[in-house]
């Protein structure tokens, strides 16, 4: 009985590597132009990058993290556009693992993400992995999610994502899981909150 349940785990933990592994080659595909070198022109990142011209600057300078900034309006607090100094959190370094260490900005790193968070989401409504698998693809390949990627709205493809995860803990937490539904909601959380998109966390 004890070799039969660990077979049994064994073949679950191979179909859910399956499935991501599906998952980056997807992500990957999809994306394939960035192979070429190609990149999607996005105007807020661009105009991000812009922004935090003059405090990037003054830090290759001085070697100081300004927390102040002229670039916007007439003058304001520059922790949320710019360089600050801050040691990376816990969910700086589990988003960035999430995303395969990919880097943030990256279209396929954010389809992955997409992918995983809702994989994660029907799993906990009790979804066969596989038709699970079908129901994050119908998901990440919608047309909004997708569209938002071309005027930059990174912060926000990455707060849609991560409302699955919340809710997926929320959901656990419901059912009596209190420990495992409330660490998922705790990392989903945490993640969306990270992701800086208040406008999507006040959606939630």
């Not at 049994?8 to 070198?37: E, Q």
């Not at 309006?73 to 969910?91: C, D, L």
């Not at 071309?150 to 009596?176: C, D, E, F, S, W």
């Amino acid at each position: 009985m004890k070799k039969a349940l660990i077979d049994s785990l064994i073949s679950f933990s191979k179909t859910h590597l399956l499935i991501l592994l599906a998952f980056l080659a997807l992500a990957i595909a999809y994306m394939s132009p960035i192979l070429d070198g190609k990149v999607i022109s996005q105007h807020d990142m661009t105009a991000f990058d812009g922004v935090r011209q003059e405090l990037t600057k003054y830090h290759e300078e001085t070697g100081e993290y300004s927390q102040w900034t002229n670039s916007l309006f007439s003058g304001m607090p520059a922790f949320h556009v710019g360089p600050s100094g801050k040691t990376p959190n816990v969910f700086s370094r589990i988003a960035g693992a999430v995303r395969l260490f990919i880097t943030y900005r990256n279209p396929v790193a954010i389809l992955f993400v997409y992918l995983l968070c809702f994989y994660v989401l029907l799993l906990v409504l009790r979804i066969t992995p596989w038709i699970a698998a079908m129901g994050a693809i119908a998901f990440a390949l919608s047309s909004y999610n997708l569209i938002i990627l071309q005027p930059g709205h990174i912060n926000k493809a990455y707060a849609i994502a991560y409302m699955a995860v919340v809710v997926a803990g929320i959901l656990l937490t419901y059912r009596g899981k209190y420990l495992g539904g409330g660490l998922l909601f705790m990392l989903g959380l945490g993640l969306e909150l990270y992701s800086n998109h208040l406008q999507i966390t006040y959606y939630l």
